[in-house]
């Protein structure tokens, strides 16, 4: 029999130099994530619904987009928090996934929280997923500051 992979998590915490309005006007654009994220080749909707609760997109990750998730929002709350399972997932290392993105401002900087709790794939060890995996969401956070300024 063999041994299923567990359950690994990261967090990277970071606080970012624009208000939480427009970290989150960033982020609500939901189908769209590839205007702004460097990670990201392609993004669309699938569907109607292009936000909230149920809201489902597809992207495809740089650099050739043949690494594709399909993602689908199970928690919204305006201008705080997001959660977003990643229902399917193709040429990458992971089985299962979800992606959750806490925000709380001050003023005109916010702390971002992005948590990603996933299982690898087996036979992949999860300590290198996760470096590599953590290199990703702090480029990720970095094209969202930029993104969040750009709409101030």
């Given at each position: 029999?063999?041994?299923?992979?567990?359950?690994?998590?990261?967090?990277?915490?970071?606080?970012?130099?624009?208000?939480?309005?427009?970290?989150?006007?960033?982020?609500?654009?939901?189908?769209?994530?590839?205007?702004?994220?460097?990670?990201?080749?392609n993004s669309y909707a699938i569907g109607?619904?292009?936000?909230?609760?149920?809201?489902?997109?597809?992207?495809?990750?740089?650099?050739?987009?043949?690494?594709?998730?399909?993602?689908?929002?199970?928690?919204?709350?305006?201008?705080?928090?997001?959660?977003?399972?990643?229902?399917?997932?193709?040429?990458?290392?992971?089985?299962?996934?979800?992606?959750?993105?806490?925000?709380?401002?001050?003023?005109?900087?916010?702390?971002?929280?992005m948590g990603y709790d996933y299982e690898?794939?087996?036979?992949?060890?999860?300590?290198?997923?996760?470096?590599?995996?953590?290199?990703?969401?702090?480029?990720?956070?970095?094209?969202?500051?930029?993104?969040?300024?750009?709409?101030?």
């Open positions: 029999m063999r041994k299923r992979n567990q359950l690994r998590n990261i967090k990277i915490e970071r606080v970012v130099a624009a208000p939480q309005s427009s970290v989150w006007a960033v982020l609500a654009d939901y189908p769209n994530v590839s205007d702004w994220n460097d990670g990201v080749l109607d619904q292009s936000e909230g609760v149920g809201a489902v997109r597809q992207t495809e990750l740089v650099p050739d987009g043949a690494m594709r998730m399909r993602e689908t929002v199970t928690e919204w709350v305006a201008d705080e928090r997001m959660v977003v399972a990643i229902d399917q997932v193709e040429q990458q290392p992971v089985k299962e996934a979800t992606m959750t993105f806490a925000l709380a401002g001050t003023g005109d900087t916010t702390a971002v929280t690898p794939v087996d036979g992949v060890p999860g300590p290198m997923l996760d470096e590599q995996f953590s290199v990703g969401f702090n480029g990720f956070i970095d094209s969202l500051e930029r993104a969040a300024k750009a709409r101030i």
